[in-house]
């Protein structure tokens, strides 16, 4: 069992920056690949980035790409999300995610663990 819990959320004015946090407890958590999603109102959960166990592999939905950068520092359990230039379509609840081995799907299905998510709200 993996509990995740996010922070770091909170309301931007459109070209601002956030650093979401995620932070795991329960089993190794080096041993898990880790995502970002998010869920605007009335949409689908949509992946945004993702990181391999040994923050050797990156990937990126191309709406993010160039502005939001993923990373992971396993000797504090916990995964980022830096967020820059941000957009009014970034608007979101984000949640991160956690899934036993080595690939990173983009399918929220995918993913065997889930956080309690935090709002994102940038304004125009």
């Known amino acids: 069992q993996v509990q995740l819990v996010e922070s770091g959320g909170g309301l931007v004015q459109a070209g601002g920056s956030l650093r979401l946090s995620c932070a795991a407890s329960g089993r190794t958590f080096s041993r898990y690949a880790m995502g970002w999603f998010r869920q605007a109102p009335g949409k689908e959960r949509e992946f945004v980035a993702a990181i391999s166990w040994s923050s050797g592999s990156t990937y990126y939905v191309d709406s993010v790409k160039g502005r939001f950068t993923i990373s992971r520092d396993n000797a504090k359990n916990t995964v980022y999300l830096q967020m820059n230039s941000l957009k009014p379509e970034d608007t979101a609840v984000y949640y991160c995610?956690?899934?036993?081995?080595?690939?990173?799907?983009?399918?929220?299905?995918?993913?065997?663990?889930w956080g309690q998510g935090t709002q994102v709200t940038v304004s125009s």
């Open positions: 995610a956690a899934k036993g081995g080595l690939v990173f799907p983009t399918a929220p299905s995918r993913y065997d663990y």
